[in-house]
């Protein structure tokens, strides 16, 4: 059974088909990467797996269940965490709150109780704190804990988003593009980080991803999309090597 | 300045931050607690109001500045408030239960009016919130039974017959107001460093990845209006009580700006700026007051100086200190932390980042 199956989805925008009957499984404990030219539909696939957009047709399964109208506040219950392409951080927050805020779906206080601050929520506090420090000694973020997100260089929010995601304790992080923005060298330190989630966590990696360089050093497999549709899946080097997607990419010969 | 070391997850979570904040703190519980020595009868009633803006702004605020959702319609919670305190004294429940009751009153009023209406954001919104508070003073108008119409209702006196004591004496009224302003900040200061509060940034910042995280958005901004509904509530009860007698004409559109001016004006997004916003509103008459002594009489005796005034500080506020009274006292306090080495940039904010485009 794998940990995530996708099976003939579809779905358009208008005229414009994003997604047309894609199917693919990822297995548990793998780095999948989902490549493509822009618009391929691949930031569509993202937001359809965390059910921001609504399947047209076709299911989604998430460890043998079918996920493809559970609300999209009960997908990081399953386990599912996410980043977004330009970063969706609270930016007036610091980043432990946005750490902390990740945490949320562990909570077992309820809004009397966090009222009073009762020892149960004080209890809960301190466990979610120490947890985040945990995975803020994982991405080295102790320089930036109480700082607030509007004044971070943009390669440090990144970071701090894939922190996010991590404090939910996911069995999978969608990680829409970790190294768009970045410098090569801090590209370089994403690689790390990624095979780091993947092996000390644990967590399956499933990314969509531009840098070929990232991907082949990174994936076990890799799925190339162009215009919604699967070109092909497979090893990082049976994707660079395949006729289909170098037409994606490069166009035709003549 | 001031480096604190930290040595233990505690401290993250602790009121105070380091000795000097419990000392300075404390000489301000000091001070409010003996003022009724010192200070006249007149201004310990306008005190008396003040915590009560306050205990209303803290329900403002939870709303506008800690989960961003826009309210033009509070005075029509300060009406509920104020109405079910005095129905519910009229019926012969006790004080000290009245309080409380007409605050879950007002909660609940809150919650059942959140739910349609939290379906919209931003100015559709606050348009909608704008036309509850007009059907609220409507109803106030055409239900003499329980709110005496145009007529309006006399609030009976708060007192606590158990130990004959009458709380609507100035002193007494203070302390009650001061006492339950500090309840009611308490809870508020709870709410915002445990799951609940943050949920309320987090909705307020990114309603987007909020929801991936797990956060239920109608659910949690629901729960945002009806605390903050109830906070407004126990404040209308109050201020009933200030008030003495109750008409329609109590609670109108003014009333609502005001309390949205007092949050902006103290500083949005901050607990702090709600004591300075209620101080400015509470005492921003009297002030006016003393200015039209000293103004040509040809200004002084203008009809609307006052709300045009309210109007001028608002724009001001907006254009040159989006952050408040409380944004400017940050900047005032990091000044002389760093001098000499302040630089103008220190506050600066960088334009945000560009966004994952908006899904819906």
Known sequence: ?254 | MRFVQKTSYDQDIRFFEHRGQVFWYGLLALAVLIAPLFIERFYLGELSLVFIYAIAGIGLMLLVGYTGLVSLGHAAFLAIGAYSQAWLMNQGVPFPLTLPLSGFITAAVGALVGIPALRMTGIYLAVATLAFAIIVEQVIIHWPAVTGGFTGMVVPRARIELINLDLQQPIAFYYLCLAILVGCLLIAMNLLRSPTGRAFRAIRDSEISAQSLGIHLSSTKTLAFALSAGFTGVAGSLFAHKLGYLAPDSFTIQTSILLLLMVVVGGVGSLHGIIYGALFIGFLPQMLAVARDLLPVGIAQMPGLEPALFGLILILVLIYEPLGIYGRWLKIRSYFEQFPLYRRATHKRQKSYLRTERLR
């Open chain 1, 1 to 254: 059974m794998s940990l995530l199956a996708m099976n003939d989805v579809s779905l358009s925008f208008g005229g414009v088909k994003a997604v047309q009957d894609v199917s693919f499984s990822v297995e548990k404990g793998e780095v999948f990467s989902i490549i493509g030219p822009n618009g391929a539909g691949k930031s569509t696939l993202f937001n359809l797996i965390s059910r921001l957009y609504d399947c047209e047709s076709g299911q989604i399964f998430w460890q043998g269940e079918e996920i493809t109208s559970v609300p999209s506040h009960r997908i990081a219950e399953l386990g599912i965490a996410r980043t977004f392409q330009n970063t969706e951080l609270f930016e007036h927050e610091t980043v432990l709150r946005n750490l902390l805020i990740g945490k949320h779906i562990h909570r077992r206080s309820n809004a009397v109780a966090d009222m009073f601050f009762l020892p149960s929520v004080r209890r809960q506090e301190l466990v979610f704190r120490k947890e985040v420090e945990d995975v803020i000694d994982l991405l080295n973020l102790q320089h930036y804990r109480d700082q607030v997100i509007a004044n971070l260089p943009y390669g440090v929010r990144k970071m701090v988003e894939v922190a996010r995601a991590l404090c939910i304790q996911p069995k999978a992080v969608l990680l829409d593009e970790p190294s768009s923005g970045l410098n090569p060298e801090e590209t370089e330190d994403v690689s790390f980080w990624i095979e780091d989630i993947n092996e000390e966590l644990g967590a399956t990696v499933i990314m969509v991803e531009h840098d070929m360089k990232l991907v082949s050093q990174v994936s076990d497999r890799v799925l190339a999309l162009a215009d919604g549709q699967v070109l092909a899946t497979g090893t990082p080097p049976e994707i660079q090597q395949h006729p289909e997607v170098l037409r994606a990419y490069l166009g035709d010969a003549e």
